[in-house]
């Protein structure tokens, strides 16, 4: 019988912040390791993605001097370019569409988006990210079209009227979110129209959009730094960070009962929790339960996504969609985290070869093979892109490429039956296959197929993805 030991837990808390000033509550209770444990590996688990993309939100609007700052909050900042191997904030970056950011501080007023008419031939998306990373709603080529239009995008506390001008409202239920305009380029010599497309995106308060009076200011929020990808793996002060977050989400209702358990080891929007006043044995209780939700409950999930058992178009979405499933919730944001919604975009993903070997172009080379009609269904257009493991970042090589594209589909090498082979491997497949080469690293890797608005074939599963085989050398 293990043996149980009870734990007084005498956490006091006084936090500062925009939202909670001086706030101090001391719980004491006593609790078992074991069950401190559980608690912990439920709330890493929960408060991952919310952690995460705190980090990279502060990068992006609030660190300056960060090589990956984009704009102020309430700002845009249009990338003209797309991803490269330099871009290290996110994993699995999408380098098929210039990215414009913005961060939105929803709590004074509400930020008016204000979109151009857009060819009808190009595809562009908005994706409105809250602070738990549900993909709450999407503006854009698929869900409101190309045309022309002003958007208003409000947080949990706004109940106004919609004012005249405005297409649609767009509610999240967290006051910090992000807008990611996805804008498609069509080739290189297309980049001069993507940067006009991107310079009449507009962005601003609800009060300017109307001409009137400026909304109260709100107080200016004091953000803490963020921890680094691989502290978030094993720091209690994790923990430190999931508080500060939840902040700026208030509590759905489906989740009263799940704050409540938090609490008991010191988790909860404006806690201050001090790993210091932890005695020995509760800090190794919590690190335990840490390590468990990667040993055990993110490795079982990991095998099932890399089995096919799992997709991507399973993990990312809204909340109604997700039903509160916080490992899948994770798992999306380890794995590529801001990834689209199914109906937006799917990522057949391949970890393994057809043997179900894990990927390594060390000495090994690989073929993707698809038949002529087969290429992959969608209205708007497909990617396969290349990253290194385990940074999961995109590989540098001799000719700049990191993925293939349906736009490159003239210029593919073609089988006399119609049949596209495209090959992934280190080095070049020999000038007359070179149009169809994926550059891979030497070493483990993984790669990752998109599709844009997919078509129902992809959607409903009547489409395969193709094997990736390996070649005998």
Known sequence: MNKVFPIVLILLIAFSCSQNNNTTTDISSEIPLDSITAITKEAYIYGFPMVDNYRIQYDYYEDNTSSEFKAPWNHLGNIARVFTPKDIAVQTPNSDTPYSWSGLDLRAEPIVLTVPEVEANRYYSIQFIDAYTFNFDYLGTRTSGNKAGSYLVAGPNWHGDIPEGISRVVKSETNLISAVYRTQLFNPGDLEKVKKIQAAYKMEPLSSFLNTEDAVATSKIDFIKPLTPEEQKSSLEF?????????????????????????????????????????????????????????????????????????????????????????KRMAAAVLGIYGNSKEEAMYPFYAVDSDGNKLDATTNKYTLHFAEGELPPVNAFWSLTMYKLPESLLVENPINRYLLNSPMLPSFAKGKDGSIT????????????????????????????RLYWPKEAALDGSWKRPALNKVNN
């Open 239 to 327: 923990f430190t960070i999931m508080n500060f977050a939840l902040q700026f989400a208030p509590t759905n209702s489906s989740e009263t009962e799940l704050m409540a358990r938090f609490a008991k080891i010191g988790v909860g929007a404006g806690k201050v929790f001090d790993v210091q006043k932890l005695a020995p044995e509760v800090q190794e209780a919590m690190k335990k339960g840490i390590q468990e939700a990667w040993t055990v409950d993110f490795a079982s999930i990991k095998k099932k996504m890399d089995e096919g058992k799992i997709t991507s178009g399973d993990v990312f979405g809204t909340r109604e969609f997700l039903k509160n499933d916080y490992l």
């Open 422 to 449: 495209l090959y992934l491997q280190n080095e070049s497949p020999g000038k007359d296959k070179e149009a169809n080469w994926l550059p891979a690293p030497k070493g483990p890797f993984v790669t990752i197929m």
